[in-house]
């Protein structure tokens, strides 16, 4: 049985992907920059990125300086999320769970540190985390298995022994990278026949991941 828990954010504990999707448009109008002709490839590379990999990302559909881009975008992301973020199906439910157990937890996020801990203090899920990790904290952001090894290092377990939740398909590539268990609980993207291959399993809902969990299945 896995002896540690590592969480994704978004798409995976908040449903955020769909609000981020909606701030691209708005940032570029400021910017005075026209949006990427093909939104929904731009959109779905870019899921799971931070740091570089992001900045290359924005760059080959954005002219102009990328980061500019992101600052924007993150200030839009920082004045809508601080109206709070929904749960996803079963959150709360399954850190009960793990706290009962006693089995520590991480957030390892793609997302600017502060805007990871605004979302845990405004959904009242703080208190549950040991700690987090930003995708600014390493140098190589996922797909890379950077995020993931920091944050088992940060909980003192092998990454082996580690579960990582994800929802992204560059989150799966970097859990079964970094050597961790690795559960796909799907979003805005199904799992194609390459994601299939890397995880461990597909649960519908965080619900199913607690299920089988006290199953002693994971």
């Known amino acids: 049985m896995v002896k540690a828990v590592i969480f ?6 908040f449903d955020t992907e769909r609000l981020w999707d909606t701030l691209w448009e708005p940032a570029c109008k400021e910017l005075g920059l026209p949006l990427p002709p093909d939104m929904a490839k731009f959109r ?3 899921r799971g990125l ?22 924007k975008v ?10 709070g ?10 850190l ?3 706290e009962d ?16 801990e605004m979302n845990l203090q405004t959904s009242g899920t703080a208190r549950y985390f040991h700690d987090v990790v930003s995708g600014t904290e390493v140098a190589r952001s996922k797909p890379a298995p950077d995020t993931f090894l920091l944050a088992a290092e940060k909980l003192h377990t092998d990454p082996k022994d580690c579960l990582v939740l994800e929802d992204s398909f560059n989150g799966v590539r970097a859990g079964r990278a970094a050597g961790c268990v690795t559960v796909m609980v799907p ?19 965080l619900l199913e991941v607690r299920d089988l969990l006290l199953a002693g299945k994971l």
């Not at 994704?8 to 504990?13: F, N, S």
């Not at 157990?101 to 990871?116: C, E, F, H």
Request: one cysteine or more; charged letters at 25%; aromatic letters at 4%.
């Open 8 to 13: 994704d954010m978004d798409g995976l504990m």
């Open 44 to 46: 779905a590379g870019g």
């Open 50 to 71: 931070a740091g570089d990999n992001l900045r290359r990302h924005v760059a080959q559909y954005i002219p102009g300086d990328p980061q500019k881009v992101l600052d």
């Open 74 to 83: 993150w200030q839009l992301a920082d004045e809508r999320f601080a109206q």
């Open 85 to 94: 973020v929904p749960c996803k199906p079963g959150l709360k439910e399954l």
């Open 96 to 98: 009960s769970t793990l």
């Open 101 to 116: 157990l006693g089995m520590p937890r991480i957030v390892a996020s793609s997302s600017p540190r502060n805007m990871i």
């Open 187 to 205: 979003d805005l993207m199904q799992p194609t026949d390459e994601i299939r291959a890397l995880y461990t399993c597909c649960c519908k809902d």
